[in-house]
């Protein structure tokens, strides 16, 4: 496929706005990158990096929220695992009965966050920081470094132990409707060369649940760009059993995506026709908003959610009606998000056929970043 049609919106949709959690004044109280699931008997969980005290810091911790009542109350989070480093990008997804994959990656960012550290005025603040510095040490980061994922098989009540995986991205994996795991993800080659960018979006399955996986091919790349372009992509199966993935694309070191033809901040779209072996050749969108969640409706409308950093801050959706041929994006879910730090919105579909969206942004002006989520209507 050589072009893609578009249609810009920039339109609200019916929605109402609520929290999964919020803890807007605590020192430990920043949460990010959530994604939502849903277990076969409807309960929804999110999981997300939390108990934080900011964008990059020493203190992430993977977290869960659960709720009963379809989103309209939540348990207060849950910590599923808090290695001395950052665990950062939780993933979530159920793949049967009251089983659970869940995702994220650990980082190793001792220079950054020590540099930080010197500069603070707040000398309580830089003592916190530097206390939560103190256990990362080079024998921390062999150990703990990378990619990984964890089991439960009652909803997210116990977990088996964490196990590395070679690839990460924000959202997991999905399941196909035959059973495997699809996994598309950022390959994690090194704790040095992640952090540059390095590593090919690529392809893996599993058909046990997560414990074994098997890589299937990876994504080519669209022509004058290279692989430190390409981070966060997401997967989704369609009716016809063709894979359609979506790929988030910007600026890296020395290569400015513009000189590509390509929106900084931006997606691809790329299909596969043989269960992830080979891709097409990615298609970009052209328009700014990104990483993308994808869902597959029961309506047969994709449905795609990603975050708008560009004024009017928010989390946004586009839909198509012909899976992926054509898109009509910018539907507006929210666009009142005080700064840009916001987004990585994820969603389920509810008994009644509407979209349940989870995202991260802050409730308030100086405010930590939240768990906030949004129920809405696809548009006639």
């Not at 793949?95 to 000398?123: Q, Y």
């Not at 989870?358 to 100086?366: A, F, I, L, T, W």
Request: with cysteine; hydrophobic share 35%; net charge negative.
């Amino acid at each position: 496929m050589s072009k893609i049609k578009l249609k810009a919106s920039a339109q609200n949709v019916r929605r109402e706005h609520g929290v999964v959690c919020s803890f807007s004044d605590d020192f430990f109280g920043y949460f990010g990158w959530p994604t939502v699931a849903q277990t076969d008997g409807g309960v929804l969980l999110v999981a997300a990096s939390g108990l934080r005290n900011d964008h990059v810091c020493p203190f992430g911790r993977t977290v869960l929220c659960r709720s009963e009542d379809q989103g309209m109350s939540w348990t207060s989070p849950q910590i599923v695992h808090d290695s001395p480093l950052d665990d950062r990008d939780a993933g979530l997804v159920c793949i049967g009965g009251d089983k659970l994959v869940l995702t994220w990656f650990t980082t190793d960012n001792r220079k950054g966050a020590s540099e930080r550290v010197a500069a603070m005025e707040d000398g309580d603040r830089a003592r916190r920081w530097q206390a939560g510095l103190t256990p990362v040490t080079d024998a921390a980061v062999k150990r703990w470094a990378g990619a990984w994922m964890r089991y439960s098989g009652d909803a997210g009540q116990t977990w088996d132990k964490p196990q590395k995986v070679m690839l990460t991205t924000p959202h997991g994996p999905i399941r196909l409707r035959t059973g495997p795991l699809l996994f598309v993800g950022k390959y994690f080659v090194n704790m040095e060369s992640f952090s540059g960018g390095e590593g090919l979006v690529t392809a893996m399955t599993s058909i046990d649940g997560g414990r074994e996986w098997t890589l299937v091919g990876t994504l080519p790349l669209c022509p004058k760009t290279v692989e430190n372009q390409y981070h966060e992509a997401h997967v989704c199966e369609l009716l016809d059993g063709r894979l359609l993935a979506l790929v988030r694309v910007e600026d890296a070191d020395g290569h400015p995506i513009g000189e590509a033809g390509i929106e900084d901040f931006s997606m691809v779209q790329t299909f596969s026709e043989d269960r992830g072996r080979t891709w097409s050749r990615p298609v970009p969108l052209g328009f700014h908003g990104s990483p993308p969640h994808l869902l597959q409706h029961s309506s047969g409308v994709v449905i795609c959610t990603y975050g708008y950093r560009k004024g009017h801050y928010g989390q946004r959706a586009m839909i198509s009606r012909d899976g992926g041929q054509s898109w009509e994006y910018d539907l507006i879910l929210r666009d009142d998000g005080p700064g840009r730090d916001l987004g990585y919105p994820s969603s389920v579909e509810l008994a009644d056929g509407s979209v349940f969206t989870v995202y991260y942004q802050q409730e308030r002006v100086g405010g930590q970043c939240a768990l906030l989520w949004t129920r809405w209507f696809l548009p006639d």
